[in-house]
Nanobody
Framework: QVQLVESGGGLVQPGGSLRLACAAS??????WGWFREAPGKEREAISS????????YYADSVRGRFTISRDIAQNTVYLQMNSLKPEDTAVYYC???????????????????WGQGTQVTVSL
């Protein structure tokens, strides 16, 4: 059984940084994704990594500020978030699937496994 366990959320001031981690157990997966859901808004895909072929995608809203990476030995994916803004406040979820999603990385239904979510709050 695959489990994704997230960590690293919290409260940070605007301009600050946080690093989220998503540890997987069970299997080596094909595509990892990070999503976020702000109050009253739909869950938004923000980044994805197809680990075996090195494809990485970012949403326009986070490109240049967020970086996705993976520790193969730990089977953990990270989301380094820099220059955080109040509008980045949301619950952040990691997701995964054995499929290689490539350009379909934004489609939530294609992910089979989800983490529990971690709150990120950007505020003074």
């Amino acid at each position: 059984q695959v489990q994704l366990v997230e960590s690293g959320g919290g409260l940070v001031q605007p301009g600050g940084s946080l690093r989220l981690a998503c540890a997987a157990s069970g299997f080596t997966l094909g595509t990892w994704g990070w999503f976020r859901e702000a109050p009253g808004k739909e869950r938004e895909a923000i980044s994805s990594m197809s680990s075996s072929i090195g494809l990485i995608y970012y949403a326009d809203s986070v490109r240049g500020r967020f970086t996705i990476s993976r520790d193969i030995a730990q089977n953990t994916v990270y989301l380094q978030m820099n220059s955080l803004k109040p509008e980045d406040t949301a619950v952040y979820y990691c997701a995964a699937t054995r499929a290689l999603l490539r350009s379909m990385w934004r489609q939530r239904f294609r992910y089979d496994y989800w983490g529990q979510g971690t709150q990120v709050t950007v505020s003074l």
